[in-house]
């Protein structure tokens, strides 16, 4: 499979621990995102990297969230003292500009991390 | 205000009938609009991109419409399959392509 893939798919915790999830972006993509969807919404912007640098990010990015890309592949993004309001589905994309036909900002999806903190 | 809004719906379409809904942003500056389909728990997936002139893509037409702000989704003899929510996204920003913003997202419910 050569799409995007994200891992876990689900991750139940307690209060307070500290998840990390990880995107693996389809391989030939520059751009790699991370979005946030709630139930009833549509995803929202987290923060996007460049290969390896993280060029921006939301401020919905509390400081207990922290997004890398080390060697500008794989992504991880950490979740530390979580809180019962951060329970979501942790959407990663990725993108390129030289995707075809399409215009520039066509994002290929994971099918998410679905977070459930108790 | 929310900067992209869409109605919630549901829309009940029978099999075999057209179906349309808008989508509003508030930024005038957008640079790039697009329709995603999302089924119950899974991933958003890519519809189509919204051109100028408007494009069609099989049963699909979308349109845009700038003076007013809004874009459009058309969907004729309408499947089963077609029941999902549809998501619009914008990119207000020119070169912050994938920086989208999304709608909450328009439900379509097609009976047989």
């Known amino acids: 499979d050569t799409g995007v893939s994200q891992d876990p798919r689900h991750k139940i915790t307690k209060r307070g621990q500290n998840v990390t999830f990880r995107c693996d972006p389809i391989s030939e993509h520059n751009r790699l995102y991370w979005y946030r969807q709630t139930l009833g919404q549509g995803p929202e912007f987290l923060t996007y990297f460049q290969n390896e640098a993280q060029l921006e990010k939301s401020r919905l990015l509390s400081d207990r969230f922290s997004a890398e890309r080390p060697k500008g592949s794989f992504s991880t993004l950490e979740i530390q003292r979580t809180e019962q309001g951060d329970s979501a589905m942790y959407l990663c994309?990725?993108?390129?500009?030289?995707?075809?036909?399409?215009?520039?900002?066509?994002?290929?999806f994971g099918e998410g991390s679905r977070l459930t903190v108790l | 205000r929310k900067e992209v809004e869409q109605d919630p719906g549901p829309f009940n379409v029978p099999e075999g009938a057209t179906v349309a809904f808008n989508c509003t942003y508030s930024?005038?500056?957008?640079?790039?609009f697009f329709w995603y389909r999302q089924d119950c728990r899974k991933e958003p997936k890519l519809l189509m991109s919204?051109?100028?002139s408007g494009n069609e893509d099989g049963r699909f037409t979308a349109q845009l419409n700038r003076a007013s702000q809004y874009i459009s989704l058309l969907i004729r003899d309408s499947k089963l399959s077609d029941s999902a929510t549809y998501l619009c996204?914008?990119?207000?920003?020119?070169?912050?392509?994938?920086?989208?913003?999304f709608g909450a997202g328009t439900q379509v419910v097609v009976t047989p």
């Open positions: 930024n005038s500056a957008s640079q790039s």
């Open positions: 919204v051109y100028s």
């Open positions: 994309a990725s993108s390129s500009r030289t995707s075809g036909r399409v215009p520039p900002g066509e994002l290929f």
């Open positions: 996204a914008v990119n207000p920003w020119a070169d912050s392509w994938g920086k989208l913003q």
